[in-house]
Structures are given as structure tokens and as C-alpha cells.
């Protein structure tokens, strides 16, 4: 099964990436799952090397770099 995730909010300020990125962790694990994130907009972001993680939030680049690792693809 291919699964496409399209993250259009910024890395912090709301749940909506974490959320997305956390789905995408989980499946990209599953045998038989290819998973794509594409960044759009303020979704860019997410890919910014070198983030500064606001107190209370998970870093949102390490969450990306979990995604990579385990087979999924990342673009924008």
C-alpha cells in the first residue's frame, strides 16, 4: 500500500505536523508500506537542519529523519 502525507503547517505552533509525522513513523514500520511526506508551504519547515525545539514539543526534524530512515521518502 502507498500512502502520500501532505504537511502544510510549520513544525511548531499546532499538533497538525507532529500528528502527521507520528502516522507516517508508524506505517513507514509496517512490512508492505511505502510512505511519502511532501512539505508544502509553511510545511517547508519541517525540514529545517539545525532546529531550535520549543519547550514542551518533540523536534520535528528528528521526527522527519526517523521517517528517512526507515524507507520513507521525504520531498517538497
Do not use: W
Not at 497538525?16 to 519547515?45: C, H, M, P, T
Amino acid at each position: 500500500m502507498h500512502t502520500l502525507i501532505i504537511i502544510n503547517d510549520g513544525p511548531y505552533g499546532d499538533e497538525r505536523s507532529y500528528n502527521a509525522l507520528r502516522l507516517a513513523a508508524n506505517l513507514v514500520k509496517r512490512e508492505g508500506q511505502s510512505v511519502r511526506v511532501f512539505l508544502i508551504g509553511d510545511g517547508i519547515g519541517c525540514a529545517i537542519k539545525g532546529q531550535k525545539t520549543p519547550d514542551g514539543y518533540f523536534n520535528i526534524e528528528r521526527m522527519l529523519k526517523g521517517v528517512i530512515r526507515h524507507g520513507g521518502e521525504v520531498s517538497s
